[in-house]
């Protein structure tokens, strides 16, 4: 099931690729900064808004999601390019801003179906599970990129259509593998996690170097296919992990079956209460709009309006949307910002891939690093959140004063950031509220992503963009004609965007620093106790129901 996981997460970054087709939407239907902008707002808002996905979650098997997700996502993506190819007629912005709503909008579906039962399936390493998730879903553009240079070559309308049908095929295709498993945790389930991040780190690191060759050189489309070709096979590498893992799962069911010596039987009178859990009295009904101002303990499970009324959510939603607003306006404007400054277009793409790989690196070195301080050193991971929110100004103020070649350093700081940001989040949410609802919450706290992208990239970047272009060309003596593309040159186009998102960015600092004075204490215990315990008592279960197996057979000889 961790494998399958990975390998649609590995396809399903579209969302991350919007400035490597954005420029051709922009010219095809000669759209302004401020209406692309528009575009890509819509494109957060479908990618962020998976609430719907989260309440059909809850009640259904993963697989009704991830088919919703791959119908979404081709029809979405597929009808975008009918659009740029120019197969059916202009539409109107509103269509345009459907359709990629329809296709982003896959991604939550996608991601709640995957990382909500991931996380369910392995409590004790969810930050580890969330971020090497996260970072094959980094990786994807990455991955996407390489694969469509090898059939397509560069014909960036064909990417689009790439992006239609791959991520709807492998999901359909992984459908039965993906749901619950309960009672299954394993000792070293952690130790296997590590394995599996070391897969992805030589995967990183191969495309690191395919992507700085092709930066160097001109790639011919047989040496794409060769490149292709050995990504595709460090993709799968994580099965010789899996295969390695379930064969020691399977010689320690036999060892246990077939022993001589079987363990000795639990005494029933002594033990029985350890294992069963008496009975409760039904407890009386509440009704959930006198209950949700009343939330239990930081950690219990919290339903959907008490988590949604707690000032801890209410303050990382507020944090959330200062602090990420700025790195999605990087992600999401920076072929403009690279145009704008003078780079080349094809280190525009370079700048694009390479963001992917340290998008990737945020997510599974966040989730590594925080899960080992908060364990290990009591850490509040708010902290951790509140210092990804206050590195990022570096890279902002890079790009503000146009330094030589900033936009190199700026686009792994602020991609870095990036990735970390979502696998702190979503880690926060699952530690602090619980894991009943959690398909439900996680889509609630993505929500901050699309209003900060509305606030900072369409009402600010979009702003002053198109303002700052139109001055130039009246002062040229010209007038923008319907239907042609406006383009801005020069660090005035982002200067004064940049200084706002910095000061903004730091008000999200100080705003999460909040939660963790409020959650200090909550850290300082051992949060994951009450799921350690559960791994226990299912294990003495076991141990009970194999000497009952095994007993007879024992006998018999």
Known sequence: ????????????????????????????????????????????????????????????????????????????????????????????????????????????????????????NFPCSRGIVIGILGGYLSLSAAIITQMYY????????????HM????????????????HHKGVVQPNDSKVFYNFLYTTLVLASFLLVVIVLQKSFTFTKSEYYVTSSLMLLLLILPLAV???????????????????????????????????????????????????????????????????????????????????????????????????????????TTFVSLMAIWIYMGKTVEGL???????????????VLTLIFVLPCVGYLLIAFNVPNGLYAASIIIGFCFGATWTVIFSIISELFGLKFYSTLSNVGAVASPIGSYLFSV?????????????????????????????????????KVFYIITAFSLVGALVSLILVLRTREFYKGDIYKKFREDVRIAEAENGVNQNKIGQPATNKG
């Open 459 to 495: 009402r600010l970047a979009g702003h002053f963009y198109d303002k700052e272009a139109t001055r130039q060309m009246e002062a040229l003596g010209l007038k923008k004609k319907p239907g042609e593309e406006l383009n801005c040159n020069g660090s005035e186009c982002y200067r």
């Open 164 to 179: 239609a049908w791959l991520p709807t095929a492998v999901s359909f295709f992984i459908l039965p593998v993906i749901r």
């Open 369 to 383: 690093v925080s899960d080992i301080i908060i364990t290990k050193f009591k850490v509040p991971r708010p902290l």
């Open 150 to 161: 090898a059939f397509y070559g560069n014909n960036s309308k064909y990417l689009i259509l």
């Open 242 to 348: 899996v295969l390695v893992e379930e064969q020691k799962i399977w010689k320690r069911k036999q060892e246990n079956i077939n022993t001589e010596n079987p363990p000795k039987p639990l005494n029933i009178t002594t033990e029985k209460p350890n294992l069963e859990k008496p009975a409760k009295a039904t407890p009386k009904q509440v009704s959930c709009w006198k209950n949700m101002l009343r939330p239990p303990s930081r950690g219990e499970d919290h339903t959907i309006f008490q988590a949604l009324f707690s000032l801890d959510m209410v303050i990382l939603f507020l944090a959330t949307i200062c602090g990420l607003g700025g790195t999605l306006t990087v992600v999401n404007n920076l072929s403009q910002i690279g145009a704008s400054l003078g780079y080349s277009g094809h280190s525009i």
């Open 1 to 120: 099931m961790a494998f399958s996981s990975f390998m649609l997460m590995s396809v399903s970054g579209a969302s991350y690729m919007f400035s490597l087709y954005s420029r051709e939407i922009k010219s095809v239907l000669g759209y302004d900064q401020s209406t692309l902008n528009l575009l890509s707002f819509f494109k957060d808002l479908g990618s962020n808004v998976g609430i719907i996905s989260g309440l059909i979650n809850e009640v259904t098997p993963p697989w009704v999601v991830l088919t919703l997700g791959g119908v979404l996502n081709f029809f979405g993506y597929f009808m975008i390019w009918l659009v740029v190819t120019t197969k059916i007629s202009k539409p109107q912005v509103w269509n345009m801003c459907l359709y990629i709503f329809i296709g982003a909008n896959s991604h939550c579906s996608t991601d709640t179906g995957i990382i909500v039962t991931s996380v369910k």
